[in-house]
């Protein structure tokens, strides 16, 4: 069984910057790629970063030059280091594992959130 487990979340100043982390189970981060996805009242969840296996990354347009996806295999733990942080930044943050298995079937876990909120 896969948990994820996020922390981090809280009230910040537009312009401030905040640290999620992701800590997942053991062994995970060398299997699944893990993507930060975030989710705002009324709108759908998108996708916001990813870091594979292999240590490929990949950003939403919106966050690239401010956000940064990085893994620490030893604690088994991504983190999402948000920096120059905007009021629309606000939602809740939400970690996903996922992976393809050589059938083509689909492996997803998530993590229960953590509140981000930017405002003055």
């Known amino acids: 069984q896969v948990q994820l487990v996020e922390s981090g979340g809280g009230l910040v100043q537009p312009g401030g910057s905040l640290r999620l982390s992701c800590a997942a189970s053991r062994g995970i981060l060398t299997i699944y790629t893990i993507n930060w996805y975030r989710q705002a009242p009324g709108n759908q969840r998108e996708l916001v970063a990813a870091?594979?296996?292999?240590?490929?990354?990949n950003y939403a347009d919106s966050v690239k030059g401010r956000f940064t996806i990085s893994r620490e295999d030893a604690k088994n733990t991504v983190y999402l280091q948000m920096n120059s942080l905007k009021p629309e930044d606000t939602a809740v943050y939400y970690c996903?594992?996922?992976?393809?298995?050589?059938?083509?079937?689909?492996?997803?876990?998530w993590g229960q959130g953590t509140q981000v909120t930017v405002s003055s």
């Open positions: 996903n594992a996922n992976r393809k298995n050589g059938l083509g079937q689909t492996f997803a876990y």
């Open positions: 870091v594979t296996s292999g240590g490929r990354t």
